[in-house]
């Protein structure tokens, strides 16, 4: 610091022994610098420079002079003091956390206890069950399969006869019947009929008369409307199997009979 001082002082000096030798008439006219404020307190007398070096002292803040006139001098005083203290921070802080923290736990935590256990082991042995007694095989309702299978036939539509009106057309009291199917046209244009059924033992010649008499009527009554109705009513069927009878009128009269024998004998 103080060859700094000594090196300013010097520069001074010889700035005013320049400025003495120029003439103080360049001085006077030669406006003072703005960054040399020293110029403002040197004498104008020419004469005597050497003691200008002991009695004008130069200020530190003179103004700044080339320093590369002085071979002593250091390097410009323009340079930073101090380097800066704090360094950039535009590093992240923090380190991104997308990664997952915990581990699925899908796995079962417990294995299975349902270990089969001892087989148990009965008390007491089961008893043969008694094998049921066979008992008659239910019988196949004849009536109603011989039934079945004409009315699968193609014929008019017919309507069932009840007990009464069974008594009034055929005069055939129903409790001499086991069972019984009868049935007649729904329509006054056909004479297709039938009737089929299981007979009580001793009853059969009551119900052949009751279908004799009701063939007759048939006979009557078409002869008169139909002559081609009257032609299937001729034709009729009576047929007989043990306690079974069939009494049919109809185009389809041996299919009729065909099927009654099928379930009868």
Known sequence: MNRRLIALALAGTLTLSMLS?????????TSPSPSAPVTESTTPAPESSAPVEETTPVPESSAPVEETESPDQEEPSNEPSAQPTTKPTAKPTTQPTTKPTTKPTTKP???????????????TKPTATPAPTPTAKPQVDVVSSVWSGISALELPSLIQLDDALLSSFYGINASDLVSYKCAMPAMAVHATEFFVAEVKSGKMDTVKAGIAKRQADLVAQWSQYLPEQLELVENYKVVTSGNYILFAISDKVDQAVSIFNSYTK
């Open 21 to 29: 030798a120029c003439g103080g008439g360049n001085n006077a006219q």
């Open 109 to 123: 935590t417990t294995k299975p206890t349902t270990k089969p256990t001892a087989t148990p082991t009965p008390t």
